[in-house]
């Protein structure tokens, strides 16, 4: 599993498991180790390869609990940059999150799941919510935000500058965050 939460398959130790078993220190260095090892792969890819997978993504875990109110269930922090021209193909998670845009220009597309769109306050009022189309690219700004429950989606970095998010997830405990589909 990588910074992201990423699975393709269901044999994936949780983030849960790796600090049960090798502490905080350890989560940090297998952390780093894949940010590298992407960083690094993303590097070597030839331009005209198609990726398998998310390239140009980083993430930080900012924090993590679990709510005695939501036994099962975990409350973590994200922050997630995509690059230029970067994106995560079709994938889904467990549970619901909320998406806010920092910065940049995010493209999203709905596969599935309950997915409603709150555009950026003007003169300090939010629009009134928007439910998603299914199968059609949304362009978000700074400032909009989704309420997600058991999304599948596609994403993409549709800006010149990186696309800052900020995820709020509460999601089942030991399950991958986000699994890639095949």
């Known amino acids: 599993m990588d910074p992201l939460g990423i699975s393709v398959s269901d044999t994936d130790v949780s983030r849960r498991d790796v600090v049960v078993r090798f502490g905080g220190a350890g989560l940090a260095a297998i ?3 894949a940010a590298h090892a992407s ?3 993303a590097q070597d890819a030839s331009p005209a390869a198609t990726p398998a997978g998310p390239v140009g993504i980083s993430a930080t875990l ?3 609990g679990q709510p005695a109110s939501a ?3 975990e409350l973590s922090l994200r922050r997630i ?3 230029p021209g970067s994106g995560i193909p079709p994938h889904s998670h467990p549970g619901a999150l909320v998406i806010f845009v920092e910065a940049g220009t995010w493209g999203y597309t ?3 799941g309950t997915i409603q769109l709150t555009r950026a306050a003007a003169e300090g009022t939010p629009a009134a919510v928007e439910d998603m189309p299914m199968g059609t690219e949304v362009i978000l700004n700074p400032g909009d935000w989704l309420f997600v429950e058991d999304p599948e989606d596609d994403i993409r970095n549709a800006g010149e500058d990186d696309v800052v ?3 709020a997830g509460l999601t089942r405990i030991g399950e991958p965050f986000t699994t890639l589909h095949e």
Do not use: E
Request: proline fraction near 5%.
């Open 62 to 64: 900012m924090g993590t």
């Open 39 to 41: 960083h690094l792969s």
């Open 71 to 73: 036994p099962g269930l």
């Open 31 to 33: 952390l780093l180790a």
């Open 81 to 83: 940059t995509i690059a």
């Open 110 to 112: 709905a596969l599935g």
């Open 165 to 167: 998010l900020f995820v």
